[in-house]
Nanobody, 119 residues
Framework: QVQLVESGGGLVQPGGSLRLSCEAS????????MAWDRQAPGKERELVAS????????NYADSVNGRFTITRDNAKNRVFLQMNSLTPEDTAVYLC????????????WGQGTAVTVSS
């Protein structure tokens, strides 16, 4: 079965950086686009970054563009999110997201890792 396990969250001061990691298993990782979503208290879930199956194409939400970088290592079934210049507005639970390849498939999300930006 599909498993997505996130790590790397924590407490960081404004202006700081964190690197999130997601280890994927249970599906052909290199066949799927991947993404990072975030869920802040009282807000809708937001897709913040996505990366194509080959790793050649990345897209970012306007709110993180220029500060966050998504990468992947298909040999190790991992996807990463480098987050720089963090602000309190980035505080959220960050979820690894497997994007379905075919219409009959489902998207999957991990349990998430919490990021808190506070002084």
């Amino acid at each position: 079965q599909v498993q997505l396990v996130e790590s790397g969250g924590g407490l960081v001061q404004p202006g700081g950086s964190l690197r999130l990691s997601c280890e994927a298993s249970g599906f052909p990782f290199g066949d799927h686009d991947m993404a990072w979503d975030r869920q802040a208290p009282g807000k809708e879930r937001e897709l913040v970054a996505s990366i194509s199956a080959t790793g050649r194409t990345m897209n970012y939400a306007d709110s993180v563009n220029g500060r966050f970088t998504i990468t992947r290592d298909n040999a190790k079934n991992r996807v990463f999110l480098q987050m720089n210049s963090l602000t309190p507005e980035d505080t959220a639970v960050y979820l690894c997201h497997r994007v379905k390849k075919y219409r009959w498939q489902d998207d999957y999300w991990g349990q998430g890792t919490a990021v808190t930006v506070s002084s």
